[in-house]
């Protein structure tokens, strides 16, 4: 007996009607006649769909109808054939004593290890990617997208910790109550570990060739702030630790900008660059940082004070919710379910 192999997806989908299924269908289908008239009555509305579907129902189990339908279970998955790993080369011409270069302050926060971790755990490589911290003879962090690897400069975690010091004692005078060693450990961390995510977007974009819309470097910032703002405490499960993350990223653009206007007279806003201005990246990441939780007490001050203007802060819920989206559907074939 020859069966009848419909995809009601398709049905459906093209709009085809009942009618012309069965204007279709040849008599050596077996198809019973109280099935062809059901079909009829239905279409007509002289039957319910209850009494129609119960027909359709009887095909499928009596065989004469099957059903195609896509296995879930089939689906191949990612596969998992690398790591994250990490190297730490000398810090020799750091102006610093031992204890207090760069080198040493990045393995005392384990920053990169704590990173690693997290994504070994969560994402699924093609291969191993090294992250290395060393010197690079310029203030800078990059990923290297003809070796496949991570490169953070420690002449920009020195330049980073120099810029807060600067414009702490230039701006305050040192004399800023509310700042004091853990502060700055705390600043300093937050940007290290936002750039270090920055780039980590631009090699999730190579490696699992993503596709973006707009400029990359715009993209890298929305994806380092997403994962800062993932971050809550583990005691209180509270995720506005990620948003006074972002906040105090935000500081170092603004201070960054605010320091090349007023006191480097080489300075020349680079208009044509591929990064956003620092005082738009301020306003960017400040804008992320509100609207994952505009409630909370972490972020109420950038509006109330001004820092964050209200035509801007109308949106950020939304922008918000879009990066968020984005990177869940982007991602979601690589990662370990972090994103569901």
Known sequence: MKKTILTIVFVFAFGLTVSSIMASAQEDYNIPAWIKNNAA????GQIDDASFVSGIKY???????????????????????????????????????????AMAYLKSWELLEYEVQFLNENFRLPYDVEIIAQECNEINAFYDYITKKVIICYEFIDDVQEKYTWFHYNEFDGTDENWNNEDFNNYSYDVVDFVFWHEMGHAFIDIYELPITGLEENVADQFAALMLLY???????DYSL?????????????NS????????????????????????????????????????????????????????????????????????????PFDNGFFD
């Open 59 to 101: 095909m499928i189990e009596n065989g004469i109808m099957e059903i195609e339908t896509t296995d879930t279970s089939t689906y191949h998955e990612y596969p998992d054939n690398g790591d994250f790993y990490i190297t730490y080369k000398p810090n020799p011409n750091s102006l610093y004593e031992e204890g207090y270069t």
């Open 231 to 237: 971050t809550y405490d583990e005691t209180t499960g």
């Open 242 to 254: 990620g948003q006074s993350m972002v906040d105090n990223v935000g500081t170092w653009f603004y």
């Open 257 to 332: 900008d605010y320091y090349q206007t007023n006191y480097d007279q080489n300075y020349f806003p680079a208009y044509w660059g591929l990064h956003a201005l620092d005082m738009q990246r301020f306003y960017n990441v400040s804008c992320y940082a509100y609207g994952a939780n505009p409630s909370s007490d972490a972020v109420v001050y950038l509006v109330e004070d001004g820092w964050l203007p209200e035509e801007r802060a109308y949106n950020c819920e939304w922008e918000y919710a879009q990066i968020e989206y984005a990177f869940a559907n982007l991602l979601e």
């Open 41 to 44: 009555w239905w279409s007509e």
